[in-house]
C-alpha cells in the first residue's frame, strides 16, 4: 500500500482523469516521483467500477482502492445494506473481510466487528477507508480465517463468510467444494466460536443440494436487486433441527418484495390451472429461484397456465403479488400464419415462458422491435402454445 496515492495532488489527478482514455495515460507516464503510473491506472480503474456498485466509497475523499478484481468480488453496497438488515448482536467476525464492505454496513447493527482478511495489503486497505469513514468499532486483521479461528480464544454472537468463488486461475466457481474455504470441512471449527453463521454463496448455486451439504441451515435468503437474482444467503445455527425457511427479497428503489415459505409448503401445495382470464402473473426472479410454483398457486388463491408455465392468472387483480402483473388485452392460440397477421411489424416487450422458440427467433420472424407499453407473452397453457398480449397493471 503506497500512502502517497493519498497525497491531495494525486487524489486529484485520479479524479480528473477518472474518464480519461487508460492507454494515453500509461503512455504519458507519471508526474509523481514518488506514485508510478501503474498504481495511478489501478486506483483509477477501481475507483471508476465503484461509482454504480458502492457509491459511498466512490464520492468520499481520500479512499484507497485495491485492484479491480477486488471490486468485482465485493458485495455491492445494496446487497451489504439487505445484509446488515437481517442481522444483529454485539460482535460479529468478517472471516474472509475483502474490500470491507459487508463489514463496514454490518458495523452499523454489532457493537465490535473483526475485520480477517489473509492478504495483508488489502487488510491495510479496508483498515485505512474505515477510519476514513468513522467506522471506528471494526478492528481488521491479517490472518487466513481458519488459522484465526484456531488461536483466537473469544467468541463471536455471528460469524459472516463470503468464500471465494474463483480458483487460482481467477476462474468463477459455483460448487460449495470448490470455494475455500470449504464450509463443509470447517463447520465444526465455527461452531466453536459461535452458534449463528451467515454465509453468501453464488446465486447459481442449487439450493436443494447445498441444504443437503451445509448442515444446520435455518433459513435461505434468496436476494435479487431490481428483479436480477444477486445473493444466496444461508443462515445456519449450530445444532438446529428445524424445517429449512426460504425467504426472497426483491428490492426496488421505491419498494421491497418479500415472500417467505416452508420447504414441506411447496411440496404438499397443490396447484390450479387454467386458460388466462382478466389478469396475468410474473414472479420476480427470487420467487423464481426459490422454485415455489405451486405455493404461489396455492397462497396467493391464483390459476396457474401450465404445470411447466411459471406465470399465473385471475379474474380479480390482487395485492402484495411479489411480481409483475399484467391486465390481458387479448390471447391467441399460436398459429404462425394467423399470429402473424395479429403483431407482424409491432413494437412490443416480448417475452417467452415455456416455449419453444428464443426471443431472438420470434422477434425477427414477426419483425417485432423492443419497447412501448404492449408485452407479448409467447408460452403454453394445458393445450395449447398460445401468445397473451397484455400491459401492465
Not at 81 to 92: A, D, T
Not at 211 to 234: D, P
Request: proline share 2%; charged share 25%; hydrophobic share 35%.
Amino acid at each position: 500500500m503506497n500512502k502517497n496515492i493519498l497525497n491531495t495532488d494525486v487524489q486529484m489527478f485520479i479524479n480528473e482523469n477518472i474518464n480519461s482514455n487508460i492507454h494515453s495515460l500509461i503512455l504519458k507516464g507519471s508526474v509523481f516521483k514518488d506514485v508510478n503510473i501503474q498504481e495511478i491506472i489501478e486506483q483509477i480503474e477501481a475507483k471508476k467500477k465503484c461509482k454504480l456498485k458502492l457509491q459511498t466509497w466512490f464520492k468520499t475523499s481520500n479512499i484507497y482502492f485495491p485492484n479491480k478484481l477486488n471490486i468485482e468480488q465485493t458485495s455491492s453496497e445494496t446487497t451489504a445494506i439487505i445484509k446488515s438488515n437481517l442481522i444483529k448482536g454485539k460482535s460479529l467476525l468478517d472471516l474472509t473481510g475483502g474490500f470491507g464492505v459487508d463489514s463496514y454496513y454490518f458495523s452499523k447493527k454489532f457493537r465490535s466487528i473483526t475485520h480477517c482478511e489473509t492478504i495483508a495489503k488489502l487488510a491495510k486497505i479496508a483498515a485505512h477507508n474505515f477510519m476514513i469513514l468513522n467506522a471506528d468499532n471494526i478492528t481488521s486483521v491479517c490472518y487466513d480465517g481458519k488459522d484465526f479461528l484456531k488461536n483466537y480464544k473469544e467468541r463471536f454472537d455471528w460469524i459472516y463468510i463470503d468464500p471465494s468463488r474463483r480458483d487460482h486461475k481467477k476462474n468463477k466457481k459455483t460448487l460449495i467444494e470448490d470455494c475455500s474455504p470449504n464450509i463443509m470441512l470447517i463447520e465444526d471449527l465455527i461452531y466453536e466460536k459461535t452458534n449463528k453463521v451467515l454465509i453468501k454463496m453464488s446465486p447459481m448455486l442449487d439450493i436443494s443440494k447445498a441444504i443437503q451439504l451445509i448442515k444446520n441451515v435455518n433459513t435461505v435468503y434468496i436476494v435479487a436487486v431490481k428483479n436480477e437474482v444477486k445473493e444466496l444467503l444461508f443462515h445456519l445455527e449450530k445444532d438446529n433441527n428445524s424445517e429449512v425457511n426460504i425467504t426472497t427479497i426483491n428490492y426496488h428503489l421505491d419498494k421491497t418484495e418479500h415472500f417467505s415459505f416452508k420447504i414441506h409448503q411447496e411440496k404438499t401445495a397443490k396447484a390450479k390451472f387454467s386458460t388466462p382470464k382478466q389478469f396475468l402473473y410474473e414472479p420476480n426472479a427470487a420467487v423464481m429461484k426459490s422454485g415455489a410454483f405451486r405455493l404461489v398457486s396455492k397462497y396467493f388463491k391464483l390459476y396457474k397456465l401450465d404445470i411447466n408455465t411459471h406465470l399465473y392468472t385471475s379474474e380479480r387483480k390482487i395485492k402484495n403479488f411479489p411480481g409483475k402483473i399484467y391486465e390481458i388485452i387479448s390471447t391467441h392460440n399460436y398459429h404462425k400464419k394467423s399470429i402473424r397477421q395479429i403483431i407482424r411489424g409491432r413494437k412490443a416487450n416480448l417475452k417467452t415462458r415455456n416455449f419453444p422458440e428464443k426471443n431472438e427467433v420470434l422477434k425477427k420472424l414477426f419483425k417485432i422491435s423492443d419497447g412501448g407499453e404492449n408485452y407479448l407473452f409467447f408460452t403454453s397453457n394445458l393445450k395449447n402454445k398460445i401468445v397473451i398480449d397484455c400491459q401492465l397493471a
